[in-house]
């Protein structure tokens, strides 16, 4: 459908008087993919500008339009994409009248891209110095050794440790984050007039996510190139943009200046999104999350008026029937209240146009008739507090892991996945195990389960000694220790229909009877709120979060006492995973059981665990209460761990602790205090040869450090910029006052 | 890099000793007696035992085996019933020519299908993609001996191009044996085309679809780059790995062929070796086959090492 | 009396017989010529016949224009099974290469009538027991020492030899025993027979093939020292691929001109198993000349402008054989009958020859192949006839048999078609199709023992021409014969074979084979459906190639023009 | 306005970035468009049936193999006896009452050529099926267990693979004597490793998977974890893998028939007709070429389904 986006603009695309071209400016795009013969709109009308040397945060859920919206500014759509309609201008020059050659120029010469996945999106069999030279000898013409020389430079740019044996790498040799290095080097080559970040950081570690993130801010300064960046990550928008577009369903929902839109949400699904994650220092015994009802629409699925209408908890009868324009905020409450009495379509002519913004210029635009009531939006879930008691965790240990070491063969090299780790859990209570990938969490979670049997040391459970592998294990050792996979679309048989897992489950850790199978598993499926029509289907045919529910009642099939959680809701989107939380959180209360929480996202971590331990490299370096562990004072990694998570805080000055160096390898761990070669708290040569002993700050909470707790807590609250958890934790203590300020976590 | 080659020789080795006593095993354990199956159903058991005596044959299995593989490894590969002559020359010989087929064979396979695969690849579900992949493959699975006999009347006999034998007369130059090889090589072109285009068809495909080529493209560099530079050494690898594999099968068509042709080649005096029972002749040009064709996948593996820096690093 | 009166008696007779009708003109100058009188002679007592000279002597070379020195022809046909070592071999192959280099005292022309070779000629005593052979003088074996009697002596001496295994046994056994050869002088061997016998100048021509003249210091392994005496010389051979030939300079042989021969310079003889190959290379000009073309498969040759194809009176046979040693044709005369009845003999020879050879009724003496034998009774397809006999035979309901055959020139079809013609009398026949080789395989410390070719059940052989029905004969029926597939043994026949093989009267010889005749086809050891008229393609500009079709392949007069 | 851009690229509908199954979506821990993933899968679930029956690659195969498989039935219901031999109308060209012409026996090509599916259909299937069969369980045991019993079953296997099929078919069938069931036997067990292999591959991809982890925290058997967890969520491989075989059955049969190790004659297979009837290739084309098209089709037709499949079963 056509919108009158811009009645009063008939030229188009007509960048504000006195102004520069704007670097990037999309009018009405209306971008459809064509399969088996349907075309299915993905983008609906979108207009949006960034003005020279502007950054703009494209923020939405997968599915919404965002890497379309890039591959459309780069001409680069897949063969079956179509632009039905609307325009795409770089610099003022539209991009679909670009001749092939210009278009070759154009592209890394004007508008370079920098891409989710660094590891593939280098080219494997050519060397880095290659990869780069070429970029200027097609684009400046320069000769082999000159393009090299250049090369060389714009690695040094990018502060990649030794450039010149960089040169002569290939990909493979190089770590996620120099990988980025290298392809943000390749895009800012030719300095560029626009740089698209589409999900830079992700799938890299919190400590490179950060690493990465500084050297884009710190560019910035240098390059004059606007940039998109596309993320789902609200706070990577919050660090490094001025302006947000929140999409959703191949429509901009909410446009405005990124801290008044954090801040101060207009449109319903901008606040659902702020609202559903965890927010930084936010435990599950304070609030419940919220969650965004429903789901989103599938791709093409005719929608009458307000995209939003379906899940929008505020909804009224106007909504569902005339889709609401680009409203400016704070203008235009006379009509929409006047539209709201007659619950028909106000005038359009009535309300301010929305047009190209120049940078700087603060106005705000929000998708909704109701924009007023935003921040009262009523609350979906039900606030429901567990404390320890209620989950009846009284004292006892349910779990005891002693020195436990798993190491694996790779080729001669032995790695140590897990060195050493020796915690235990108590009845009820939910540990929560943090780490960057390659920490050992998961290794030590599948010991624990039996999947892989340990080295050395011993797993007791409830009194008794756990044998080494869940084949060697009694029925019930295994109806009592049972594991929730992270991974949604593998973590059930696709072949079988979900009735029949749950019944197998059960007919194996339950041992109940016939019929009692049957009544158990609708209970089960009660329990985790699957609705019995799903039961008949396959796994394929549910969605992700059902799927987990599925496996999380598999789980539970047999009441097991300990269930160990390898990140569940990692892979789901933010509205579903908070209902998983809050699911793991009921059956705790309800069934009495002992989680073990692996995450590495922190905030959940946080939400979640009444403990928490920190692996670093193999070790657990540190573990205490989930208060004691995120305030001073905590291990210095822990501390650099926290302080690498993008928040979205913008008063309280930030302050990073930036890691030195990579993350050592697990086949020859460095010596004496694991943690050295990259501690910023370093003491001296003591660091590099005694392993540090385990400092006890408060009962209960270890650190694996030289540096005594009373030093460590004075220099942390030294370097510590302005409140922060204690403030949070106010802010947070009057549930339901989210306008305050939100703190989506990293994931 | 070397010592790849080197740990790819040495697994070979307990390849190769395994083969050799499956070779022996289906030779002479297999079918029980070997005089009988030399001697045929007419002979007395008399006879029988007679020449299992001569020929050793009723020692017991594993000392028959040793002498063997001893013999095969310090040259003394007995004689031929059937050629009355020592196996060694022979088969030595026979393998020459076949490797001069093949390898010509090769020479005309390999550039024309990668050409057809990675050109019908960039164009993937163009009609000339459909066209190239159905005929490649309509011609791949027309048996050589069919197109070989076909060939042979329209070219050598009607047309009276291409000679109709496969040798040259005596004394004639070297080169020449090639101009009377390019028939004989045609039905085994067919064989493989298919097969290797399609392969270097996927291959080009499948990397068109990876992240880094639209990084390539997106870095504004000519399609030619793109493709020469980027594309083809990756799309390359999968389609040597089968080239490497397709020997085997080339082999298959190799015996068809030298028979349709009367070519003195290993596959021909294998199938006589075969047909007559004779078992020493048999069983060496099997085995050198064998040897052969993992030689053929180790220079396959090597060449994908060279192409592909991990491995070669992976050493 | 003399020698000469014999003689001279015996020519009589012979115009006597042809008078009456007995006898025709042709038969008269084969047997003329069996008995070594000169080609004059022979010609006067034609004369003395009465009627004119039309005469037959096969051989297609029509408008021969004069003969061309030098050059080289190429030969194609199958590898020989064996060495071509005269002594033991056997098959196609094997004659051909003989034949090049080597050379027999007597040759065979292409009526099946003899003529001079080594031996000038030929006289027997009055009673046929005694036969002396004068040699031609001046011969040199190719290693340069002389041809003497010496040689032929030694060479008949091994043939005889059993520990040799060779085939020309079975044909002299009880014929010429060892010692038997003698020299007279340098340049005459007298041959004492067991008993009077009148073929016996075929025993040592080359239609007895065995009996090729060998140095006498022939120490084995002809490859390595092929020394004969025939117009070419073996200089290379490379087993199961080619054999090269150059022209034997000293080679005693002169043309009617008085030329030295052979004409030609060398020959090749490429050896290709598979038939179609043979004729795909013929007709790209890759070869010149085919010796024995099988007509299956062969039918494009008649139409190619630049091919000849000669079609000879031939006498091969397909030998299809009831192995008497074993069940079920042990002695059960019935059930071979029931076999001969199924068979449509037209339509087999319609089928695999479009109806050019000429049929046979499971007996070697066939007017219409060998001349004065003594009619035969036809033996058309009765199936009927055959029940019968198949349940006298004790097989009411059928039985089934199986016929092993090699995959070799027409025999698998032929094989077919007896299983074909079989089955409507309730016989169910298996084929077993072997190899070329396999079918001629066998233990080298028993060959005759194990090789499927004379062990199997039921077998189909093929047999190049002979020049008459007892050398056939005595080649696969009697009881000792080495190359006897069927193993008959029939005292009664074999006595009567005795007598004929001494007889030297030809009417009363006539009556002992109508004898034999009808006892081998009522005992029905082997079917004997055709007698191939033979095929060899050459191309155009090649003349003179002289021999009986199938095996032998005369070049030494052949020629080729440009 | 339409943009569609000249570029290379992957025009896999996946490309749509929706798509939480597809390529992109796997490493990527975006948020997934929950329920739009779950229509999307639903969607192709459905597809996949419907996907078989409207793609033309897959339905042409399919005709022309139920085609022949109707022939090798019941042709001889229809035609003239197949074997019934005619001396007086040897190699007729095409006529009315002989379609094809006849053969070198009189026998009607056409009859003949129908029949002649029927071996090939014997023989190529059942070897396939017993090729599926034990290379499934074998892949499923070395894949499932890995360590030392992988090491073992995969050298024993590229032992096997080190030997050109053709080749140890020859050796086998010239020492243990024809007739189907040896044929079938060993082109079974020589197909069996490289089935083995892809079943293998398919294993360990799906061992890894965390529903199997599940498994075994139920304590399920491994009997049970391979036959009834894996097994089913690997049958697409596994089937693609059997048609790829029985193509090359079908191919290698003949072949075998050709070079006189098949079956014997007045069989109307294929490929022996092809062998004998070559002979009369000038004068009576017909009798080669009907049964070498006949072949060829076959071959195709099961190339073309192994086309459909691969493509349906990708997508």
Redesign the interface.
């Known amino acids: 459908m056509s919108m009158p986006e811009h009645p009063l603009d008939p030229a188009g695309a007509a960048p504000a008087p006195g102004n520069a071209p704007p670097a990037l400016d999309v009018r009405d795009l209306e971008v459809s993919f064509h399969r088996r013969g349907r075309a299915l709109r993905v983008l609906k009308g979108v207009t949006m500008t960034i003005g020279q040397g502007e950054a703009y945060g494209l923020v939405g859920e997968s599915g919404c339009g965002k890497t379309t919206l890039a591959m459309a500014a780069m001409r680069y759509l897949a063969t079956n994409g179509t632009i039905d309609a609307g325009s795409v201008a770089v610099e003022g020059q539209d991009v679909s009248t670009l001749s092939e050659e210009a278009l070759r120029k154009w592209r890394g010469g004007k508008i370079s891209m920098v891409y989710q996945d660094p590891a593939t999106a280098l080219s494997p069999a050519m060397r880095i110095g290659d990869q780069l030279a070429e970029v200027f000898h097609y684009h400046e013409g320069m000769g082999k050794t000159e393009a090299l020389e250049r090369a060389r430079e714009s690695l040094r740019r990018v502060a990649i440790p030794d450039p010149d044996a960089t040169l002569k790498r290939y990909p493979f040799e190089l770590s996620g984050g120099q990988q980025q290095r290298v392809v943000i080097a390749m895009a800012l080559a030719v300095d560029p007039q626009l740089l698209i970040l589409d999900e830079p950081t992700t799938g890299l570690d919190a400590t490179v996510e950060a690493e990465i993130l500084d050297l884009i801010e710190e560019l910035r300064g240098r390059i004059n190139a606007a940039i998109l960046l596309i993320t789902h990550n609200l706070g990577l928008v919050a660090r490094l943009c001025e302006r947000v577009g929140v999409l959703y369903a191949g429509r901009l929902v909410e446009e405005g200046p990124a801290r008044d839109v954090f801040t101060d949400p207009r449109h319903p699904y901008t606040m659902g999104l702020l609202r559903c994650v965890p927010r930084f220092g936010m435990n599950k015994t304070d609030a419940a999350l919220q969650t965004i009802p429903g789901t989103l629409p599938a791709l093409g699925e005719p929608l009458e008026g307000c995209v939003y209408s379906a899940r929008c908890p505020m909804a009224k009868p106007v909504c569902t029937q005339h889709e609401p324009d680009f409203f400016a905020w704070p203008s235009d409450l006379g009509a929409r209240a006047a539209a709201e009495a007659a619950s028909k379509p106000p005038d359009p002519a009535a309300f301010s146009p929305h047009h190209a913004n120049p940078v700087g210029e603060s106005d705000r635009y929000a998708r909704c008739y109701f924009s007023p009531e935003v921040p009262e939006m009523p609350h979906m879930t039900p606030v429901l507090a567990t404390s320890l008691e209620a989950r009846g965790a009284e004292g006892g240990n349910v779990l005891e892991i002693d020195t436990v070491r798993r190491t694996f063969k790779d080729g001669k090299k032995k790695l140590t996945a897990v060195a050493d780790v020796s915690l235990d859990l108590r009845k009820g209570e939910t540990f929560g195990l943090v780490g960057e990938s390659g920490s050992g969490k998961t290794t030590l979670a599948k010991c624990v389960t039996g999947l892989l049997a340990p080295d050395a040391g011993t797993i007791t459970f409830e009194a008794g000694e756990l044998r080494p592998t869940a084949a060697r294990r009694s029925q019930d050792a295994l109806r009592a220790i049972q594991m929730v996979f992270q991974n949604p679309d593998s973590t059930l048989n696709p072949a079988w229909s979900t009735r029949s897992i749950l019944t197998r489950a059960v007919r194996k850790l339950g041992g109940g009877k016939a019929g009692s199978v049957r009544a158990k598993v609708d209970k089960l499926s009660a329990d985790v709120r699957v609705e019995p029509r799903f039961l008949m289907q396959r796994p394929t045919e549910l969605s992700g979060g059902q799927k987990q529910r599925v496996a999380i009642a598999r789980a539970f099939a047999g009441d097991p006492t300990l269930v160990i959680c390898d990140e569940p809701a990692s892979a789901l989107d933010v509205s579903v995973q908070a209902s998983i939380l809050n699911l793991l959180v009921e059956l705790q209360t309800n069934e009495k059981v002992s989680y073990v929480f692996i995450s590495h996202d922190l905030a959940v971590v946080r939400y979640i665990s009444d403990r928490i331990g920190v692996m670093y490299l193999a070790e657990l370096i540190e573990v205490g209460g989930a208060e004691e562990v995120f305030n001073p004072p905590h291990h210095p990694y822990t501390e650099a761990l926290l302080s690498s998570i993008p928040k979205l805080d913008f008063d309280s000055p930030r302050r990073r602790i930036a890691l030195h160096g990579t993350m050592p390898s697990l086949s020859d761990p460095p010596s004496g205090c694991r943690f050295h070669t990259r501690c910023h708290r370093l003491l001296g040569d003591i660091c590099k040869e005694q392993e540090p002993p385990f400092q006890e700050s408060t009962t209960g909470h270890r650190y694996k450090c030289h540096i005594p707790p009373d030093e460590l807590l004075a220099a942390q609250v030294a370097d510590r910029p302005g409140p922060h958890a204690e403030a949070v934790a106010q802010a947070t203590d009057a549930p339901g006052t989210d306008s305050a300020d939100p703190q989506p976590a990293a994931s | 890099m070397l010592r790849l080659i080197g740990r790819r020789l040495l697994l070979m080795v307990p390849t190769l000793i395994l083969a050799s006593m499956l070779i022996f095993a289906l030779a002479e354990v297999l079918p029980g007696d070997v005089a009988r199956s030399?001697?045929?159903?007419?002979?007395?058991q008399e006879?029988v035992d007679?020449?299992n005596q001569?020929l050793g044959a009723d020692r017991p299995v594993y000392e028959r085996y040793v002498d063997w593989a001893g013999g095969f490894v310090t040259g003394d590969w007995g004689d031929s019933l059937?050629?009355?002559?020592a196996v060694l020359p022979l088969v030595m010989r026979s393998l020459g020519n076949s490797l001069l087929l093949a390898g010509f064979a090769l020479v005309l396979i390999v550039p024309t299908s990668i050409a057809v695969g990675v050109f019908a690849g960039l164009r993937r579900d163009s009609l000339l993609d459909r066209g190239i992949t159905v005929s490649t493959l309509s011609m791949t699975v027309i048996p050589e001996f069919v197109s070989g006999v076909v060939l042979?009347?329209v070219f050598?006999?009607w047309l009276?191009w291409l000679?109709?034998?496969a040798l040259p007369p005596?004394g004639s130059p070297f080169v020449s044996r090639f101009y009377y090889l390019i028939l004989p090589a045609i039905p085994l072109m067919l064989l493989e085309l298919g097969y290797i285009a399609r392969m270097a068809r996927v291959g080009t495909v499948q990397v068109l679809a990876m992240p880094y080529i639209r990084t390539a493209v997106l870095k504004g560099l000519p399609r030619r780059r793109v493709i020469f530079g980027h594309m083809l050494r990756n799309a390359m690898v999968p389609t040597v790995t089968v080239i490497g594999t397709q020997i085997g099968w080339l082999i298959g068509g190799l015996v068809v062929v030298e028979v349709?042709?009367?070519y003195?080649g290993i596959g021909n005096i294998m199938v006589?070796a075969a047909?007559?029972?004779d078992l020493p002749l048999l069983e060496a040009s099997v085995l050198m086959v064998a040897i052969l064709y993992m030689v053929s996948n180790l220079i396959a593996d090597i060449v994908v090492a060279l192409l592909n820096p991990r491995i070669r690093m992976g050493g | 009396m003399t020698t000469d009166q014999y003689r001279r008696e015996y020519a009589e007779h012979l115009i006597e017989q042809c008078k009456k009708g007995h006898m025709t003109r042709r038969q008269l100058l084969v047997r003329a010529s069996v008995f070594g009188l000169s080609a004059t002679v022979a010609g006067q007592m034609l004369a003395a016949c009465g009627g004119s000279e039309e005469e037959t002597t096969g051989g297609g070379d029509s408008g021969m224009p004069d003969p061309v020195m030098g050059g080289t022809i190429k030969l194609i046909g199958p590898a020989p099974i064996t060495?071509p070592d005269p002594v033991t071999i056997y098959d196609q192959g094997g004659i051909v290469l003989v034949y090049q280099f080597l050379e027999y005292l007597i040759d065979l022309d292409n009526s099946n009538g003899l003529k001079p070779k080594l031996a000038e000629s030929w006289t027997p005593d009055e009673t046929g027991s005694v036969w002396t052979f004068n040699l031609r003088q001046g011969v040199t074996f190719n290693d340069g020492s002389p041809f003497e009697a010496e040689d032929v002596i030694t060479s008949i001496e091994r043939v005889l030899d059993p520990a040799n295994g060779s085939g020309a046994l079975s044909q002299l056994s009880g014929v010429l025993s060892p010692g038997g050869a003698r020299a007279v002088d340098q340049y005459t061997v007298e041959f004492t027979l067991d008993k009077p016998y009148a073929d016996f100048p075929y025993m040592v021509s080359s239609g007895n093939y065995n009996t090729a003249i060998l140095s006498r210091n022939y120490t084995g392994d002809i490859v390595k020292n092929p020394v004969g005496t025939g117009p070419f010389m073996l200089t290379?051979y490379v087993?199961?691929?080619?054999a090269?030939f150059v022209k034997n300079p000293s080679y005693w042989g002169k043309d009617a001109e008085g030329r030295q021969l052979p004409y030609l310079d060398g020959m090749e003889y490429v050896m290709?198993?598979?038939?179609?190959?043979q004729?795909?290379?013929l007709?790209?000009?890759?070869v010149d000349v085919q010796p024995q073309t099988v007509f299956?498969?062969a039918?494009?040759l008649f139409g190619d402008p630049n091919l000849r194809v000669d079609i000879y009176p031939g006498t091969g046979i397909r030998e299809v054989a009831f192995n008497m040693n074993v069940e079920p044709w042990k002695d059960n005369k019935a059930l071979r009958q029931a076999v001969a009845y199924c068979l449509?003999r037209e339509?087999?020879n319609?089928?695999l020859y479009d109806g050019r050879s000429n049929l046979g009724y499971d007996t070697f003496w066939e007017p219409t192949v060998f001349p004065g034998s003594p009619a035969s009774t036809p033996r058309a397809q009765d199936y009927d006839k055959a029940k019968q006999l198949l349940s006298d035979a004790g097989y009411p309901d059928g039985l089934d048999i199986t016929l092993t055959h090699a995959?070799y020139l027409e025999n698998?079809?032929y094989?077919?078609?007896i299983?074909?013609?079989c089955k409507p009398a309730g016989i169910n026949v298996k084929?077993?199709?072997l190899?070329y080789?396999?079918y001629y395989?066998?233990?080298d410390?028993?060959y005759y023992?194990?090789?499927?070719w004379?062990?199997?059940p039921m077998t189909i052989t093929e047999w190049g021409s002979r020049p008459a029905p007892g050398i056939f004969a005595a080649a696969m029926l009697l009881p000792d014969a080495v190359w006897s597939s069927s193993h008959w043994n029939n005292p009664e026949w074999v006595s009567l074979f005795d007598q004929y093989q001494s007889t030297a009267d030809e009417a009363s010889r006539t009556d002992i084979a109508a004898q034999l005749s009808s006892i081998q086809q009522d005992d029905t050891p082997i079917l004997l459906a055709f007698y191939i008229t033979q095929l060899r393609t050459q191309k155009k500009n090649v003349y003179g190639i002289q021999g009986p079709g199938s095996f032998y392949c005369d070049l030494s007069q052949a020629f080729m023009t440009a | 306005m339409d943009v569609r851009s000249p570029d290379l690229r992957e025009p896999d509908p996946e490309a749509v970035e929706t798509l939480a199954d597809g390529e992109v979506g796997h490493q990527e821990p975006e948020l997934e468009a929950d329920a739009a993933a779950a229509a999307e899968q639903r969607r192709q679930r459905r597809f996949l049936f419907t996907a078989l029956l409207r793609s033309p690659t897959f339905m042409t195969g399919l005709v022309i193999v139920l085609f022949w498989v109707f022939m090798g039935l019941f042709s001889t219901a229809f035609t003239q006896s197949p074997?019934?031999?005619d001396?007086?109308a040897?190699?007729q060209e095409p006529s009315a009452e002989h379609w094809f012409g006849t053969d070198?026996?009189?026998r009607d090509v056409l009859a003949r050529t129908m029949a002649g599916a029927r071996t090939v259909l014997y023989i190529a299937p059942l070897a396939t099926v017993l090729a599926l069969l034990w290379g499934s369980i074998v892949g499923l045991v070395s894949g499932f267990y890995r360590g030392i019993t992988d090491e073992i079953i995969m050298r024993l296997v590229d032992v096997l693979l080190a030997l050109p099929i053709i080749i140890t078919s020859i050796l086998i069938l010239s020492l243990l004597g024809r007739g189907m069931a040896i044929i079938i036997i060993t082109i079974g067990a020589l197909f069996t490793p490289p089935v083995s292999r892809t079943v293998r591959s398919a294993v360990i991809g799906e061992r890894e998977r965390e529903y199997v982890m599940a498994a075994r925290l139920r304590g399920e058997r491994s009997a049970f974890v391979m036959a009834r967890e894996i097994l089913p969520n690997i049958k697409e491989p596994i089937i693609v893998e059997g048609t790829i075989r029985l193509g090359y059955a079908v191919f290698t049969a003949a072949t075998l028939s050709f070079l006189?190790f098949g079956l014997?004659?007045?069989s109307p297979d294929w490929g022996l007709t092809i062998a004998?009837q070559?002979?009369?290739?000038?004068?009576a084309p017909w009798a080669v070429l009907f049964p070498a098209a006949a072949l060829a089709s076959l071959v195709v037709a099961v190339n073309l389904i192994t086309d459909g499949l691969g493509r349906v079963f990708s997508k």
């Open positions: 030399i001697l045929g159903p007419y002979a007395t006879q007679l020449l001569r059937l050629f009355d002559e042979l009347y050598a006999v009276k000679p109709v034998t005596s349709l042709f009367a003195p006589q047909k007559n029972k | 060495d290379d087993t199961k691929q080619k090269t290709v198993e598979d038939n179609s190959a004729n795909l290379q007709q790209s000009g890759a299956q498969g039918q494009a449509d339509a087999i319609q089928a995959k698998p079809q094989a077919q078609l299983q074909d013609q084929l077993d199709q190899s080789e396999a395989a066998g233990d410390a028993d023992g194990t090789t499927p004379l062990n199997a | 074997t019934s031999i001396a007086m040897t190699l070198d026996l009189g006189g014997a004659p007045p004998t070559r002979v009369f290739l000038q004068i």
